[in-house]
């Protein structure tokens, strides 16, 4: 078992950055890739950004790449987001995953944390 808490989101201005982070406890973290996707009210969940083990292979949502940055420390069991120059599009719950492979699709990934909130309006 992986258990996975997300923190760091919150309201934000348009235009605004936020950084979340998802720490990761139980089995080893190294051993996982780490994905990141949202869920917005009435939508599908999608996929954002995830990361290979070790940090060296990292894949991107179209709509997030040169916005958004996934990275991981895999010295402290950390994984994070860096978002920047946010819309309102990118209001959601913003989840982090833990699978063997780095994919897009919700169901590749093993384990998933709770989620945190990310509000963007003015």
């Known amino acids: 078992q992986v258990q996975l808490v997300e923190s760091g989101g919150g309201l934000v201005q348009p235009g605004g950055s936020l950084r979340l982070s998802c720490a990761a406890s139980?089995?080893?973290?190294?051993?996982?890739?780490m994905g990141w996707f949202r869920q917005a009210p009435g939508k599908e969940r999608e996929f954002v950004a995830a990361t290979s083990w070790s940090g060296g292979s990292t894949a991107y949502a179209d709509s997030m790449k040169g916005r958004f940055t996934i990275s991981r420390d895999n010295t402290k069991n950390l994984v994070y987001l860096q978002m920047n120059s946010l819309n309102i599009g990118d209001t959601a719950v913003y989840y982090c995953a833990a699978g063997r492979w780095v994919m897009v699709a919700p169901a590749a990934y093993n384990y998933w944390g709770q989620g945190t909130q990310v509000t963007v309006s003015s």
């Open positions: 139980g089995r080893t973290f190294s051993n996982y890739a």
